[in-house]
């Protein structure tokens, strides 16, 4: 039997796997958005996506990077992070403090309203908080359609539930947009002064992707080509031996 047989399988597996994707603003924005630019002098081991803005939150989106695009529910889990410097926060000349969220979203180019995003918060900006800091969050079931712990939904018109028909799992299988947000789904703030560094944007998938269904149709027939070609080398092979 030939090697190339045998590795049918295991090529099948990897191409039907969501692959790890990173960020690090060595090699400019990669697709990311928003108010702030690519800072060469300031990073956590290498440049950052730095915004130093007056502004009313902070938006790091990505629309176009498919790394960080697509179906999340081809890897049963998921892990999504970054690093984030805050310098400072200022509102009427205090320090203050704000949530950063991820949303991820299902955008509908027919009907915003139908828009559908999940979101978690990470974790806490604050100047108090010295050095960089790890935010992150795992989904270890991308297939769950209630919303894990931390999870919200938010439908395009910005009401705290997802469009008719819609689950979490239906969102992750089709990612638009990631976004890094200090805008709070239903909560506004007023006009505040930013200066807030992230570094390492990244998706990482758990170990244990889940093949697609034809992708397992696939493998199977490939299975089964393997199985016929040793049964078909062993043939002549047994005729030899009792001759």
Same mark, same amino acid.
């Given at each position: 039997?030939? !090697?190339?047989? *045998?590795?049918?399988?295991a090529?099948l =597996?990897?191409?039907?796997?969501?692959?790890?994707e990173?960020?690090?603003?060595?090699?400019?924005?990669?697709? =990311?958005i928003? +108010?702030? /630019?690519? &800072?060469?002098?300031?990073?956590?081991?290498?440049p950052?996506?730095?915004? #130093?803005?007056?502004?009313?939150?902070?938006?790091?989106?990505?629309d176009?990077?498919?790394?960080f695009?697509?179906?999340?529910?081809?890897?049963?889990?998921?892990t999504?992070?970054?690093?984030? !410097?805050?310098?400072s926060? @200022? %509102? *009427?000349g205090?320090?203050?403090t704000?949530?950063?969220?991820?949303?991820?979203? &299902?955008?509908?180019p027919a009907n915003s309203?139908?828009?559908? @995003?999940v979101?978690?918060?990470?974790?806490?900006?604050?100047?108090?908080?010295?050095? =960089? #800091?790890? !935010?992150?969050?795992?989904?270890?079931?991308?297939?769950?359609?209630?919303?894990?712990?931390? =999870?919200?939904?938010v439908d395009? &018109?910005?009401?705290? +539930?997802?469009p008719a028909?819609?689950?979490?799992a239906?969102? *992750?299988?089709?990612?638009d #947009?990631?976004e890094f947000?200090t805008y709070?789904? &239903?909560?506004? %703030?007023?006009f505040?002064?930013f200066d807030v560094a992230?570094d390492?944007f990244?998706?990482?998938?758990?170990?244990?992707? /889940?093949?697609?269904?034809?992708?397992?149709?696939?493998?199977?027939?490939?299975?089964?080509?393997?199985?016929?070609?040793?049964r078909?080398?062993?043939t002549?092979l047994?005729?030899?031996?009792?001759?």
């Amino acid at each position: 039997m030939k !090697l190339a047989h *045998l590795l049918i399988p295991a090529a099948l =597996w990897t191409a039907s796997a969501a692959t790890a994707e990173t960020t690090d603003f060595s090699n400019g924005a990669e697709g =990311w958005i928003g +108010n702030a /630019v690519v &800072d060469t002098s300031l990073g956590n081991t290498a440049p950052s996506f730095h915004t #130093q803005a007056e502004s009313f939150g902070i938006s790091w989106r990505n629309d176009s990077n498919a790394g960080f695009l697509g179906d999340y529910t081809r890897s049963a889990g998921v892990t999504i992070s970054l690093d984030v !410097l805050t310098n400072s926060i @200022t %509102y *009427l000349g205090t320090e203050v403090t704000r949530g950063l969220f991820v949303k991820l979203t &299902d955008l509908d180019p027919a009907n915003s309203a139908d828009n559908a @995003t999940v979101y978690y918060r990470l974790g806490t900006l604050s100047a108090a908080i010295d050095g =960089w #800091q790890t !935010l992150s969050v795992t989904i270890d079931d991308t297939s769950a359609a209630a919303f894990p712990s931390g =999870w919200g939904g938010v439908d395009g &018109d910005g009401f705290l +539930n997802l469009p008719a028909g819609r689950t979490f799992a239906s969102v *992750l299988a089709n990612v638009d #947009q990631i976004e890094f947000t200090t805008y709070e789904p &239903d909560y506004f %703030y007023g006009f505040t002064v930013f200066d807030v560094a992230g570094d390492n944007f990244s998706v990482t998938p758990l170990a244990g992707a /889940v093949p697609e269904p034809a992708s397992w149709a696939m493998m199977i027939a490939g299975i089964g080509l393997a199985g016929g070609a040793l049964r078909r080398r062993r043939t002549p092979l047994l005729r030899v031996a009792g001759a």
